[in-house]
């Protein structure tokens, strides 16, 4: 993950990168202070002064495209390891390239569980509160704009990766409601997520170690 830093002090990552960063900084303390010390000169940036910077030579003129071909290939080869590393970890997700990536919200609430907002495709919203129950987590969930008919897993992750079901639904345009129960503590909960029955992700939201 360390060709992703630069970029993600310069806040150039794309989403699905920014997602998988995410997840590996939960992890990987050395990462998280060499991206914060990245930051830290990114914020210093626009601070320097132009007037006071001492005049280097021209540039050869290919230096610009040997630049962007090394960024390139750098890229594509990122890419090449994050996708067998998912292949071997989680199976063939295919995340959707019309993923929108909001501000998302981890809330307590007023009863003891957990409010999460997911992010999700364009015209799907969702929103689920997670509590504490004997058998393991409770899901409150409240969803909007799925496709009619068609069917979805909810699904929820802890620290180890594997992924706990937490029930089976059918989708509808308009907004519903639905309550189901996962395996799996809460405070050991990471992630809670949707996909459809191509296995790609439809909704999804980490979450902090201690929920």
Not at 36 to 64: F, I, K, N
Not at 99 to 110: G, Y
Not at 176 to 191: E, G, Q, S
Request: charged share 20%.
């Amino acid at each position: 993950m360390r060709p992703l830093l630069g970029a993600a002090a310069l806040g150039g990552l794309l989403p699905v990168e920014e997602i998988a960063l995410r997840a590996h900084l939960d992890g990987c303390a050395a990462c998280r202070d060499e991206l914060r010390d990245l930051s830290a000169v990114a914020r210093a940036l626009p601070l320097a002064d132009p007037a006071h910077v001492m005049p280097q030579a021209e540039p050869p003129g290919a230096l610009g495209d040997l630049v962007s071909e090394r960024v390139a290939r750098a890229r594509a080869d990122a890419h090449g390891r994050r996708t067998r590393r998912y292949a071997l970890v989680a199976g063939a997700i295919a995340v959707a390239a019309a993923i929108v990536i909001a501000l998302v919200l981890v809330l307590p609430t007023s009863s003891g569980g957990t409010r999460v907002v997911l992010t999700g495709r364009s015209g799907v919203t969702a929103t689920a509160t997670l509590r504490s129950r004997e058998a393991g987590t409770q899901v409150a969930f409240h969803v909007a704009g799925l496709k009619d008919g068609a069917y979805y897993w909810l699904w929820l992750t802890g620290a180890d990766g594997d992924r706990i079901p937490a029930g089976t639904f059918r989708g509808t345009p308009d907004a519903v409601n639905l309550t189901m129960t996962a395996a799996i503590p809460l405070r050991d909960t990471r992630r809670i997520w949707v996909t459809d029955a191509h296995d790609a992700v439809v909704l999804d939201r980490w979450l902090p170690a201690a929920t």
